[in-house]
C-alpha cells in the first residue's frame, strides 16, 4: 500500500496515443525531471497544449491515473493507465467523449483512500486542496492502526484491528473497499474524518440497489461481494477481509496458489483438499475468478463472492419478472436507511442517468424538506425539482433557504442566479454566478452564463475575461472559442446577441 500515490515521477509510464472518438492525440513524457501530458488535435477544430502532471494515485496493479494543477485547483488527468492490458485509454466513463474533458476535479474520496495526510479542499471548493496534495506517499500505518502520537512518545499501545469489535474492525477496510451503489454522507460529518476504532455509519451511510448485484463486480467494492458467499453467510464475523489477505504484504506470484489454498484449507480442512479437485490446486481460479469490472475500462476485479459453481451464474431469463429496485442499507446489521439516506441516494442515481430513481426521489423530498429544514443539499435538490415542474416561485423560496443554511453552496447559488435573472435581478444573478465561478472556475457553464448576461448587458470586456477563465480550465470547448473569438474580432457585438 505504500505505492499508492506519489510524485508522478517516481510512477513514469511514458506513452502516446489517440483517442478515437475525439481525434485528440496524447503523450505522456519526461523532460527536464518534470512529467508532461501533451495534447493535440490536427483535424477538424485544432488543439493544442499541455499540463503538468504531478502527481500519481494507484498502486498500479489494475491502474494509474496522474494529476495536475491548474491555479490552485487539482484535477485528473483525462487519460489512465490500465496495467492489466498494459495501455494508455481516456479515464472511465469518458471512452466516447467527442471533446477532452481537462476539467475533471480530483475528488476528496480519491485522495482520501490513496494518499495520507491530505487536507480537505477550501471551504466552497470541490478540489482546491492546500499545497502539498498529501504529507505521505502511499497508504500509512495510521489508515488502519489509528493516530501514532501515543505510541512514538511511548505512552500507550496503537490501535490493532483484530481486538476491535466485528462492526469496528471491518470499518477499517470497508472504508475504501466499500463502493456501494450510493454513499451518503451524514450530517455535518465527512469521511475523511473517520478515525479507526470509530463507529463508520456515524460518517457515511452505504446504500446497495437492490437490483444491482451483477454477476460483474465494481471494482472497489469487494466488501459487497464478499457479504453474497456463501462462506461470509455461514462463517458470519469469523471470515473477514484479514482471514485471506495480509494488509502488510501481498504474495509474490509464485506463491500466490499455495498462499490462498492454505487460508482456504484453513476452514475446509486438509482431508476436504485431498479429495476436491486435487490435480487443480489453485481454489481462487475456480472459484474466484477475474472477471470484467462493471465501471472501470480495461479493468478485471476478483469476485469475492465466492461462488459454488461460479458457471452456473446465469443472468435471468429475458421474460423474468424483475422485482421493483429499493435502496438497502449496506451492510444489514446497519439497519434501515434514514429518510435522508433514501431522498440523497434517489437523488444521486437520478443524477447517475437512472431513470426509474427520479420517481422516487420526487416522492419523498417534500417530505424530506420538512423533516430536514436545516439540510442544505436536500432544499437544493427540492428547488431543483420545483423548478423543472415551473413552481419557480417555491423554487426560489427554497435556494434561499439553501444557501442561508450553506451561503457556499454552489448549485444553490447557480440555478437561484438562472431565476433571478429571469425575473430581472440581474445585478443578484451576476454575483451569484460570479461568487460560484470563484470557487469552481472549472465548471464552464458558470463562466458562461456569465459572459452571456455581462454581454447582453454591453459589457463585453467582463464577457471576454469569463470566456477565457472557461478557455483555461475547458480548452475543448467549441462554445466559448467561437464567442471569444467573434467578441475579439468584434463580429458579433455584444449588443446584437
Not at 474520496?109 to 494518499?115: F, G, Q
Not at 452571456?452 to 470586456?461: H, K
Request: with cysteine; net charge negative.
Amino acid at each position: 500500500m505504500a505505492g499508492a500515490s506519489g510524485a508522478a515521477l517516481q510512477a513514469l509510464i511514458p506513452g502516446d496515443f489517440t483517442h478515437s472518438a475525439s481525434l485528440v492525440h496524447y503523450r505522456i513524457y519526461q523532460d527536464n525531471g518534470k512529467v508532461w501530458l501533451s495534447f493535440d488535435r490536427e483535424a477538424g477544430e485544432s488543439l493544442e497544449g499541455k499540463r503538468e502532471l504531478l502527481y500519481f494515485v494507484g498502486s498500479g496493479q489494475r491502474g494509474r491515473t496522474y494529476l495536475f494543477s491548474e491555479d490552485g485547483y487539482t484535477f485528473e488527468a483525462p487519460v489512465n493507465w490500465y496495467a492489466q492490458n498494459k495501455l494508455w485509454d481516456m479515464t472511465p466513463a469518458y471512452g466516447s467523449a467527442k471533446r477532452m474533458p481537462l476539467n475533471l476535479p480530483a475528488s476528496v474520496s480519491c485522495l482520501d483512500c490513496h494518499t495520507s495526510g491530505f487536507h480537505p479542499p477550501a471551504p466552497g471548493t470541490e478540489n482546491k486542496y492546500p499545497a502539498p496534495l498529501f504529507s505521505q506517499q502511499g497508504i500509512s500505518c495510521e489508515r488502519c492502526h489509528g493516530p501514532s502520537e501515543a505510541h512514538t512518545t511511548s505512552k500507550g499501545n496503537i490501535l490493532n484491528p483484530a481486538k476491535l469489535a466485528p462492526a469496528q474492525r471491518d470499518a477499517i477496510c470497508m472504508q475504501c473497499h466499500l463502493e456501494g451503489s450510493v454513499a451518503i454522507e451524514q450530517p455535518g460529518k465527512h469521511i475523511y474524518d473517520f478515525k479507526p476504532g470509530e463507529d463508520l455509519s456515524a460518517y457515511v451511510h452505504y446504500l446497495v440497489l437492490s437490483t444491482e448485484r451483477q454477476a460483474n463486480p465494481r471494482a472497489v467494492s469487494q466488501f459487497e461481494a464478499l457479504a453474497q458467499s456463501v462462506c461470509e453467510l455461514k462463517s458470519g464475523d469469523a471470515l473477514h477481509c484479514t482471514t485471506c489477505h495480509d494488509p502488510h504484504r501481498s504474495p509474490e506470484s509464485s506463491e500466490r496458489e499455495d498462499y490462498y489454498r492454505a487460508k482456504c484449507l484453513a476452514c475446509h480442512g486438509e482431508r476436504f483438499g485431498k479429495k476436491h479437485n486435487s490435480k487443480h490446486p489453485d481454489c481462487t481460479s475456480c472459484h474466484m475468478p477475474k472477471l470484467v469490472s462493471s465501471d472501470v475500462a480495461h479493468t478485471q476485479a476478483t469476485d469475492h463472492r465466492i461462488l459454488k459453481q461460479p458457471s452456473l451464474n446465469i443472468s435471468p431469463a429475458p421474460f423474468t419478472v424483475v422485482p421493483k429496485p429499493r435502496l438497502e442499507r449496506f451492510p444489514l446489521r446497519a439497519g434501515p436507511p434514514t429518510d435522508r439516506d433514501l431522498v440523497l441516494g434517489w437523488l444521486a442515481l437520478a443524477e447517475a442517468g437512472k431513470d426509474f430513481a427520479t420517481a422516487e426521489e420526487e416522492k419523498l423530498l417534500p417530505q424530506a424538506a420538512k423533516e430536514y429544514p436545516l439540510d442544505a443539499t436536500i432544499l437544493s435538490a427540492y428547488a431543483y425539482r420545483e423548478l423543472l415542474h415551473k413552481r419557480t416561485q417555491h423554487a426560489k423560496e427554497l435556494y434561499d433557504a439553501a444557501l442561508r443554511v450553506e451561503p457556499l453552496n454552489i448549485d444553490a447559488a447557480v440555478n437561484l442566479g438562472v431565476l433571478e435573472a429571469q425575473s430581472g435581478s440581474i445585478e443578484r444573478a451576476l454575483a451569484l454566478w460570479k461568487g460560484a465561478f470563484q470557487r469552481a472556475p472549472w465548471r464552464s457553464s458558470i463562466g458562461m452564463n456569465i459572459a452571456e448576461l455581462s454581454c447582453n448587458l454591453g459589457n463585453a470586456e467582463e464577457a471576454k475575461l469569463a470566456l477565457r477563465r472557461v478557455l483555461q480550465f475547458n480548452p475543448d470547448f467549441p462554445e466559448a472559442t467561437l464567442f471569444l473569438h467573434q467578441l475579439e474580432n468584434q463580429a458579433t457585438p455584444c449588443a446584437l446577441r
